[in-house]
């Protein structure tokens, strides 16, 4: 870590703001030109210059533009990091990653239940490039040491995953790759910056789909990395620049808005999440619920501590099989079937035919009897009522 350098992270960091604070304005100081509250959509791509080469720190949109600065400073104060970058996705953020810290020889360790994309980009795409992966069930850490090898450089994490809402232990993990000179990379999409800070548990990069609770109003794809790695930061914002998936301006602004009330949607997608939990715990028709916030979880006692909340996130599997999975999902009217998560409203997915399709066939495959709920924000009773109308057909 570089402690000279200001980096924009740097100045909101150390004010000793609370996490609500920092989300309304870390990096959206009034617009110095004309004193907008909001920070302003700049739907430029280039900036003029008063002289060859002189310029007020933006020549490209591609290389950087004020909208996403403000952006990726305050998903930088929110990780409590040093450095943020945005990305066009979560699997360009991921990809820049992975192409930053390995290469043709190498080697890192995935969780063997990871998003499925996740695990598309390793399979189907860095494979061909010559990077090996190994999944490992990331809860047994001697199962994670065994799997290392001098070649890894990259744990890859995911707490709580998707869809089976395993928890890892992020301290132990980076331990891990700390001792054999590699690095540990946590996506932190399903807990948010606002239930679970990596950094402060000793990950060197946070990865984040801010398609999901980051925007959180399911009208935007998006990508972050953060890291206090100064030397790291500089290599990603490097290729950030050189591989080109940037967000445009009004992708970052709505990123930005979303962000704004992270911490309120996030304790009510909690609430809400608790009681669809007791809904379906003891429900005859479901047989087995997986949340993290229920003591018989198995990383109950992980999560307990490195989470400030469970989440909103809830899967659950099916006492009937397949064809009661599958007609539940068919049978919400107020849980929305389709894929992706985090919004306001709530959705109902069958992660083995839909989200998790990809991963079929392989290590990673998972249950066909299990479903997978984003509990949006609507009232609690709404969402009780149709989830228990469509329990009563499956
Ligand atoms: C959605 C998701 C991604 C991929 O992000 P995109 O924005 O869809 O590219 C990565 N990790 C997790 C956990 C996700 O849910």
Redesign the pocket.
């Known amino acids: 870590m570089d402690a000279e350098r200001d980096l924009p992270g740097d100045r909101w960091a150390g004010g000793g703001y609370g996490f609500e604070t920092l989300a309304i304005h870390a990096g959206q100081d009034p617009d110095p030109a004309t004193g907008a509250v909001i920070v302003p959509i700049y739907q430029t791509s280039t900036y003029a210059q008063s002289d060859v080469g002189e310029h007020r720190g933006y020549e490209y949109s591609r290389s950087g533009n004020p909208t996403r600065t403000a952006l990726e400073t305050c998903l930088a104060a929110l990780e409590a990091g040093r450095t943020g970058l945005t990305f066009a ?4 953020a ?1 990809d820049c990653l992975l192409r930053t810290v390995t290469g043709p020889g190498g080697h890192v360790l995935v969780p063997d239940d990871a ?1 499925g ?2 695990y598309r980009l390793f399979a189907r795409v860095l494979a061909r490039w010559g990077v090996e992966h190994t999944p490992v069930p990331l809860g047994d850490l001697d199962r994670v040491r065994a799997a290392m090898r001098p070649e890894t450089s990259l744990i890859w994490c ?1 707490t709580p995953t ?1 869809p089976l809402l395993a928890v890892a232990d992020i301290a132990a993990l980076a331990a891990i790759a700390h001792e054999a000179g590699a690095r540990l990379a946590v ?1 932190n ?2 807990a948010s910056p606002y239930l679970q800070q990596p950094l402060a548990w000793g990950a060197d990069i946070v990865v984040h ?1 801010t ?2 609770y980051l925007g959180g109003h399911s009208d935007v ?3 972050a990395l953060v890291t206090s790695d100064t030397g790291l930061a500089e290599e990603l914002a490097y290729h950030q620049n050189a591989m080109g998936a940037v967000p445009g301006p009004f992708d970052s602004w709505l990123v930005l808005r979303g962000a704004k009330t992270l911490g309120v949607r996030m304790d009510r997608h909690c609430a809400n999440a608790a009681r669809v939990v007791e809904l379906l715990t003891g429900h005859p028709a479901v047989a087995a619920v997986l949340y993290p916030g229920l003591p018989d979880h198995p990383g109950h006692a992980v999560a307990s501590r490195q989470m400030s909340g469970y989440g909103g996130m809830v899967s659950f599997r099916l006492a009937g099989g397949e064809a009661a999975a599958l007609e539940v999902c068919r049978r919400t009217r107020l849980f929305t079937l389709g894929e ?2 985090g919004g306001v409203e709530s959705l109902i997915e069958h992660p083995a035919r839909m989200t998790h399709a990809s991963v079929a066939g392989s290590q990673l495959e998972v249950p066909a009897d299990l479903v997978r709920l984003s509990v949006g924000i609507e009232t609690a009773d709404d969402l009780l009522a149709d989830l228990d109308e469509a329990l009563a057909g499956g």
Do not use: C, I
């Open positions: 996705s979560g699997l360009a991921e998003y994309g996740t995911e998707n996506d999409t399903f789909s398609t999901k794809v998006g990508g992706s998560l």
